[in-house]
């Protein structure tokens, strides 16, 4: 039940209970204790709206496979620290192997990925190697 419950707030978190109670075949109230006990357990953490990035004026998503030289950790948290700040990305990875981080960015346009680029990421003392992929079509996105 609870995985049903999940399946439905997955794909439209803005049901009312009534509803979604009526898609899982339960009565509003022991489907809300339900849905509240998800939430306390952690299992679900948030609602969101999702935004188109072409209204936000972020059209442009690049993908940055990123390996630095550093290994002292003040270095790697600062390193982390710093690119986790900046409004461009919308995700940030440390991945086991190589590239030692995914980025993933988005801007309005290639001159903005370009000044992005030069004037903020290629300037950290971290940075060993920067790799851009641009991509070509979504196939698919989970929110």
């Not at 357990?41 to 999702?50: E, L, M, P, S």
């Amino acid at each position: 039940m609870d995985r049903e419950i999940l399946f439905h707030l997955r794909h439209d978190g803005r049901l009312t209970n009534v509803e979604l109670a009526k898609r899982v075949g339960l009565t509003p109230p022991p489907c809300l204790r339900r849905v509240k006990r998800l939430e306390e357990a952690g299992v679900i953490t948030g609602y969101r709206a999702t935004v188109d990035p072409e209204a936000m004026g972020r059209g442009l998503e690049v993908l940055i496979d990123v390996e630095i030289y550093a290994n002292d950790r003040r270095t790697v948290e600062e390193f982390e620290t710093t690119v986790a700040s900046f409004d461009e990305v919308i995700e940030f990875r440390r991945m086991y192997g190589r590239p030692d981080y995914f980025i993933r960015v988005a801007v309005a346009d290639h001159a903005a990925y370009e000044a992005f680029l030069t004037r903020r990421l290629s300037g950290l003392p971290a940075i060993l190697r920067l790799q851009s992929h641009l991509t070509m079509k979504k196939i698919k996105s989970e929110a």
